[in-house]
């Protein structure tokens, strides 16, 4: 019965830079099906509809998920408890519902606690965005080369998973499978922890000594302004291993920083050294995988 | 006596990707100057000469500064003693001597001390470059629009300051000037610090786990990708500077893991939103000023 051809209706709540990018790749993906848009927001909801970015963009939730075969969640993580709730009533029997959040072990507790017996729920990341905000950056290529992250826990339904791989797949995305709680201990460390630390490098610099940055500072620094109602969200439901990686991180700044302090070239140039031959080797494997260009 | 419309023949010492970008735009600027190019490298040299980068590339350091009205260090910081000591005595009098370097006070330093009486230093930084190293990524566009840093101390030549401002003018540099120490205490918080930390961030990372790295990550850490021995020498030279910066930003990281290991939402939402606005507002003033596109 779980069968991404079979697909008819998809639902995508939010409709933000990442929802919308997904209603216009899944247009494009599947002609065919009906592709439903909604945002709790009227004006986010009058965009949507003057940039075509949904083939309909629907007035309220029931409306937006009634005989829905797929609803994806692409709000912040900390709504995604209360729209649960107010879905639930309203999904067909047998309805995927997944998420494009950027943690995965309070998701998955919220959707057991609050789904539906006969609806599954799948976790998904797709590894795509931006630091800009709003229907209006949408793209429907954003998805493509991108990797996508599902998460399943030993009850996830195995046909579910496989159909959310048949629908992001479609999308263009690398889809590869994790547990949540490794999930979000990776993007812990390789993707909120920058992002502190890219919010923290902003806060400890003069507005004046800014303004002669080079482009350096502005690539460290770019992610500091994604949403931060977003990146709140993130953070707060990943708090142990993000604590955990600002430990890590600051454990290699006082290596730097004594190096640095007591004029150790050639331990300054080892750190240096490890951390470009390191990098170096990441920017290969992303190139192999087509990931980069 | 010294003006730039008097110039005849420009020396740079060291063809990697910033020192052969400016022999090529010099090229392009000062099409009936004399543009040489010096590596202490042969194949450098070599390459240098394929690649067309400058109208000479000197077989000897003595060939290469010769009568040249001006002479530009464009090597890591720590080797520009040598070459003023080595330069030193094949000079013209009244020749411009400069360079590259990312830091300032110390090549002031070593210029008074070892450059004869009758030429005139002024220290330049472009700010411009890439993570990337070696004549083969130089372009003649790589300093278009960029800021070019002079520094000049109570004793530096004003007409002398007025030349190199000129050159760098021609090349397309924006050009403002700072003292030494003042540069070095900007450089150290807003270009040499986010290297830091870069390289931090790149060193706290498991491998297997940056395999799942997005655009984030990527961009966050990009500049440790970049030469070690070439920072190796602007760290050693600005010490002071950077790990007081270090202190600086350990202090924000602090403050950002107390509010997320206190799950204290209102906390989280302030911090990202005061780093989220002031990049706002330097990525405006950079549009405006024509520094990013």
Redesign the interface.
Known sequence: MLNIKGLNKVCVIGMGLLGASVTMAAMRAFPKVLIVGFSHRDSTRKKARRLNTANHIAETLEEAVRDADMVILATPVMTFKGYFRQIASFLKSGCVVTDVGSTKVCVHKWAKKNLPKDVYFVGSHP????EKRGVEYARDDLLAA??C?LTQTPKTNKQAVKFTKGFWTALGCRVETLTPVKHD???G???H???????????????E?????????????????????V??DI??TN?RN??R?????????R???GA??T?N?RR??W??????A??????E??LNKRE?M
């Open positions: 590894i795509a965005g931006s991108a990797r992250i201990k990776i993007y460390f390789i993707s922890l920058p992002h502190i630390t890219a919010a923290a490098i902003v806060n400890a610099s003069n507005f000594d800014m303004k002669f940055a080079g482009k350096g500072f502005i690539d460290t620094s770019r992610v500091a302004s994604s949403p931060a109602d990146w709140t953070l707060l708090s993000i604590t990686g600002i430990d890590r991180l600051a454990r290699q700044l290596a730097l920083r640095v302090h004029k070239a300054i140039a750190l240096l050294e490890k951390a470009r390191k990098r170096q080797t990441l920017i494997y992303k980069l």
